[in-house]
């Protein structure tokens, strides 16, 4: 079964500066890879996804982030943090199925953006 | 284009009750999904619909069970309530493609359910 490890419960940054987030992943095959913001009171926003082909994936306001399957990780980056990126963010990992995938998500990693 | 929409937003229930929530997807939208999020639990996926089909499901008691209608609107019940069933049920819809599941989903702003 697959899963995924988010290390960083809590993560301060000061606005302006840049971002890494953690993800590390445990499946057989070749994963979909996904991350999520939650912001509070909100439903999930997809950020970025991979499924195959180039490496470093490109995603909605600013995020990257990069498969490397050797180190079974997809981290999120950001080179410049803003205080409206505080939120919670999620990696999830889908195991194919059905023609569709069944994803399993991390606990999450809490932003916190100092001004 | 309105997105997706769940109601009720806010249930509070009574243990041994049950409940029935709505989800609406994204018009011309197929496929939904269903999660539960809890703090001590985390995001787990209960179910996926297409075309009144259940197509995956997730690893969850029989209590709980979905549907979908010809319109890809779908329902979730939950019977039998118990106290850990208090959770935010999530639900997400993708435009399904012939060639393979890989759509991006779409998530509602949730249902909080309260179970006292």
């Known amino acids: 079964a697959q899963s995924v490890t988010q290390p960083d419960i809590h993560i301060t940054v000061s606005e302006g500066a840049s971002l890494e987030l953690r993800c590390n992943y445990s499946y057989g095959a070749t994963p979909y890879l996904f991350w999520y913001v939650q912001s509070p009171g909100q439903g999930l926003q997809l950020l970025l996804k991979?499924?195959?082909?180039?490496?470093l994936v490109q995603g909605i306001k600013g995020f990257e982030a990069e498969f490397k399957r050797s180190q079974s990780s997809f981290n999120l980056r950001k080179p410049s943090v803003h205080w409206s990126d505080a939120a919670e963010y999620f990696c999830?990992?889908?195991?194919?199925?059905?023609?569709?995938?069944?994803?399993?998500f991390g606990r999450g990693t809490s932003l916190i953006v100092h001004p | 284009k309105a997105g997706v929409t769940q109601t009720p937003r806010y249930l509070i229930k009574t243990r041994g009750q049950q409940v029935t929530l709505s989800c609406s997807p994204i018009s011309g939208h197929r496929s939904v999904s269903w999660y539960q999020q809890t703090p001590g639990q985390g995001l787990q996926f209960l179910f996926e619909?297409?075309?009144?089909?259940?197509?995956n499901k997730g690893n969850f008691p029989g209590r709980f069970s979905g549907r979908q209608f010809s319109n890809s609107r779908s329902e979730m019940n939950v019977s039998t309530l118990e106290l850990g069933d208090s959770a935010l049920y999530l639900c997400?819809?993708?435009?399904?493609?012939?060639?393979?599941?890989?759509?991006?989903?779409?998530f509602g702003p949730g249902t909080r359910l309260t179970v006292l």
């Open positions: 619909y297409f075309s009144e089909t259940q197509r």
């Open positions: 997400a819809s993708s435009l399904f493609s012939a060639s393979g599941g890989t759509d991006t989903q779409y």
């Open positions: 991979y499924f195959s082909g180039d490496t």
């Open positions: 999830a990992v889908g195991a194919s199925s059905g023609g569709s995938y069944i994803p399993t």
